[in-house]
C-alpha cells in the first residue's frame, strides 16, 4: 500500500505474495524455489493475508478523516470542527381550541393529549388560562417525532380539571417537525458547507453564515458581479435568518470584514478591533402572505368541514416540508399532488394563487429577489363545486 498526492494505492495479493517470496529468497541463496505448499509457502501466505486485512484497517482508518467516507459518530466529531452541526430532532406543534370552567388555568405540560390515529402524546407547551366564556387557545408539542405527517384527531389523555378539545375548532398545525437528521442528510449539508471558513468566494460567505439559516435557499448575496448596476465595494445582503439581528450583523462583519460598504434596511452597530463603530446593514427578506384558492369535488358521505380540513393539513403538510425561498418561482400545479392524495377528493378542479397583497387570482407567483412566500392555515381556500361530484 502506497499513498501517493493524497490517495490510496492498493497492493494486489499477488502483488504481497511475490514481494515476500522474493525477499526469502534473496535473503536466504541456498534456496532455489519455494515448494508450493510447504511451511515457507504457507507463512508466506499467512503474511499475505495479513497484509491484506491490514490494508483494509488503513482504508477505513484512513476514510474516517475524510469528509467523503466518514461514518457514524467520526461524522459529527470531523463536521463539528468546522462548524457544521447535525440538525437535532425538533417536535411537531399544533393549536388547538380547549373549553373549560372561566378563570382555570393550567401549568405547561400539565396537560397531554393524544392523537387517536398513532397514539403520540402532546403536551401543552406554556400556562393555559380560560376566558371569561370558559375558551382558551393553547400549543402543544409531541413527545415522539415522526417522519411523515400524521392525521390528526385528538382527545384528552391526562388533565389536572375537568376540560374538554373544542372540535368545532380545526387543528393547526404550527410546525411539522422532524426526526434527528439523518447521515446522508448531514453529509449532503456539510458539502454545501465545506466552505465553512472561506471568506473569498460568493460560497464561501454563504456558507459562514448558513449556520443561522433553516435553508441555504433562505438567503441572496448581492455584488457587482451578480448585479451590475450596483457599484464596487458594495454587498447587499438579503436574509430570512433564524437568529438575533445582532448576532447575525456579527456574523456577516466577521465574514467580510471592514472596507465594505452594507446596504440594507437593517442597520445594527458593531465595534471593530479598535473600537470603532462600525454599521453593518442588510435587508430581511419581505414576507409575502400566498392565499390559495382550491376547487373541487369531495366524495359521497364527506362532510365539509371534514374534507376542508383534511386538505388544509394536508396542504400545509406538503409545504412545510418543502423548501420555498427567495425569489422562488410557485405555481398552483406544485400544490395539486398533496390535495389528490386526500381520500376525501373525488375530483381536483383547479387551483389559483393570490400574493395577498394584489386582487389576481393567478397560475404561478413569481417572487422578487428579497421576497419569501408564506403559507398559513388560513390562507388556504376550498370551494366545492357540486356539479359534476360524484
Known amino acids: 500500500m502506497k499513498f501517493i498526492n493524497c490517495e490510496i494505492i492498493e497492493d494486489n495479493k499477488q502483488d504481497i505474495q511475490s514481494f515476500y517470496r522474493q525477499n526469502i ?8 524455489n519455494i515448494l508450493e505448499g510447504g511451511l515457507i509457502d504457507k507463512l508466506i501466505k499467512l503474511l499475505v493475508d495479513y497484509e491484506l486485512d491490514m490494508q483494509e484497517k488503513i482504508k ?20 463539528e ?12 406543534i399544533v393549536k388547538l381550541r380547549l373549553v373549560s370552567n372561566p378563570g382555570i388555568s393550567l401549568r405547561a405540560e400539565s396537560l397531554r393529549i393524544k392523537n387517536t390515529y398513532d397514539n403520540s402524546e402532546f403536551k401543552n407547551s406554556s400556562d393555559i388560562l380560560f376566558d371569561s366564556e370558559g375558551y382558551t387557545e393553547a400549543e402543544f408539542f409531541s413527545d415522539s417525532v415522526s417522519a411523515e405527517t400524521p392525521e390528526l384527531s385528538f382527545k384528552v389523555f391526562r388533565s389536572p380539571v375537568s376540560l374538554r378539545i373544542d372540535e368545532d375548532y380545526p387543528v393547526s398545525i404550527i410546525s411539522m417537525g422532524h426526526p434527528i437528521e439523518s447521515d446522508v442528510g448531514y453529509k ?44 464596487f465595494g458594495t454587498v447587499r445582503i438579503i436574509v430570512k435568518h433564524n437568529t438575533s439581528d445582532e448576532i447575525f450583523a456579527r456574523e456577516i462583519f466577521e465574514t467580510f470584514g471592514v472596507g ?13 478591533s479598535c473600537g470603532y463603530p462600525v454599521n453593518i446593514r442588510f435587508d430581511k427578506a419581505k414576507e409575502i402572505p400566498v392565499l390559495i384558492y382550491i376547487y373541487l369535488n369531495f366524495v359521497r ?17 406538503y409545504v412545510s416540508s418543502n423548501i420555498f425561498g427567495l425569489g422562488v418561482n410557485l405555481y398552483a400545479t406544485d400544490l395539486a399532488n398533496p390535495i389528490l392524495k386526500c381520500q376525501e377528493v373525488a375530483l381536483l378542479k383547479r387551483i389559483k394563487l393570490n400574493r395577498g397583497d394584489s386582487n389576481d387570482l393567478v397560475d404561478n407567483i413569481s417572487f422578487a429577489v428579497d421576497e419569501i412566500p408564506i403559507f398559513k392555515f388560513e390562507y388556504i381556500y376550498v370551494e366545492e363545486e357540486v356539479n359534476g361530484g360524484i
Not at 477505513?60 to 466529531?77: H, I, K, M, R
Not at 465594505?260 to 471593530?272: A, M, Q
Not at 358521505?301 to 403538510?317: H, P, R, T
Open 25 to 32: 529468497l534473496d535473503l536466504f541463496p541456498n534456496i532455489d
Open 81 to 92: 470542527r468546522i462548524g457544521v452541526l447535525r440538525l437535532n430532532a425538533a417536535p411537531m
Open 188 to 231: 449532503e449539508r456539510y458539502n454545501n458547507s465545506k466552505a465553512i471558513k472561506a471568506c473569498v468566494t460568493p460560497g464561501g460567505n454563504i456558507s459562514n453564515l448558513s449556520k443561522h439559516l433553516d435553508s441555504l435557499s433562505y438567503i441572496n448575496i448581492l455584488t457587482k458581479n451578480s448585479n451590475p448596476e450596483m457599484d
Open 301 to 317: 358521505d364527506v362532510s365539509f368541514e371534514q374534507g376542508v380540513e383534511q386538505v388544509k393539513n394536508a396542504l400545509i403538510g
Open 60 to 79: 477505513w482508518l484512513y476514510s474516517q478523516f475524510s469528509p467523503t467516507g466518514v461514518e457514524n459518530f467520526l461524522q459529527d466529531a470531523l463536521y
Open 260 to 272: 465594505i460598504k452594507f446596504l440594507g434596511d437593517t442597520c445594527v452597530e458593531l465595534l471593530d
